[in-house]
């Protein structure tokens, strides 16, 4: 099978996307990890498919597939990529603001220049039931058991769902056995995107996430959204927040409930190829 390619990264969040404007792809699962295998293959962290818009209130839609071969339903630094790609074939204009469809609904993109895009992530979801995660009201704090630890976790959609820690320190060494128990832990039935953030002022947080179906990435776009409405939510933050990831940095602005999150942040080429893997 071969595949031509372009490879990406959003703030160290690195991706391969592929052309699928003439069709959707069908790929399955194991070919998605041995596409993704940082030795064998292409190496990223999700495969994006730029693809036929499904409705007339979309400019196109985009496909995303995490590295061990499982959908996702969002990707903030994924969607900045796809909207840059788009400017690159032709397809959009740099000023221009469209509306593409993700696997968990339509966001607007605008591209603030060749290599910055601003995106329309919409309202985060504090409601258990449609994060899900298993608790019988919406609360700022909720307290799990995770490997050993009694954690505060607060818990948000922003599209997928997201546990958000509040840490001192950042490069605390349980912090690599609780990403993954955070992740798969059994309050969140469809898994979770791991958080752990350290507030440095009320504009400025640092970020880690361990992502469900990539593990420890160097940045996370709706990590770093989610990070920031918990803490907006708490009162903690204010509207506009600056977010330090291992790989960059994102802008956040959110004023508040009943108001849509924006995010702002780069997209960057890297190289093309063509996958020749069966």
Not at 191 to 218: S, Y
Not at 239 to 251: A, F, I, K, W
């Amino acid at each position: 099978m071969k595949l031509r390619f372009t490879k990406m990264h959003g703030s160290g969040n690195d991706f391969a996307v592929i052309d699928s404007r003439a069709g959707a792809l069908a790929l399955n699962p194991a070919t998605v990890r041995a596409m993704a295998h940082r030795h064998t293959g292409i190496g990223f962290d999700q495969l994006l498919s730029v693809e036929p818009a499904r409705d007339g209130s979309s400019a196109f839609y985009y496909g995303i597939w995490n590295a061990d071969g499982s959908p996702s339903g969002q990707c903030g630094n994924g969607v900045r990529c796809v909207a840059a790609w788009l400017l690159r074939a032709g397809a959009l204009a740099i000023g221009d603001t469209v509306q593409i469809q993700s696997p968990s609904g339509p966001v607007a993109v605008r591209m603030v220049d060749a290599q910055r895009v601003t995106v329309d992530m919409g309202e985060p979801v504090f409601q258990p039931a449609r994060i899900p995660f298993l608790a019988p009201h919406a609360e700022h704090h909720y307290a799990l058991d995770v490997a050993g630890h009694r954690l505060q976790i607060g818990a948000v959609s922003m599209g997928n769902p997201h546990a958000v820690v509040v840490v001192d320190d950042l490069l605390a060494p349980e912090l690599m056995q609780l990403g993954p128990a955070l992740t798969d832990h059994p309050q969140f039935p469809e898994g979770a995107n791991a958080g752990f953030v350290q507030k440095l002022d009320p504009q400025h947080i640092r970020l880690r996430v361990h992502e469900r179906g990539a593990g420890w990435t160097l940045a996370c776009g709706t990590g770093a959204c989610a990070a920031m409405a918990v803490l907006r939510q708490r009162g903690e933050v204010d509207e506009q927040v600056q977010v330090d990831l291992p790989g960059g940095t994102l802008h956040i602005a959110w004023a508040g409930p009943g108001e849509r999150l924006w995010m702002t942040g780069p997209a960057t080429f890297v190289f093309e190829g063509e996958w020749l893997g069966d």
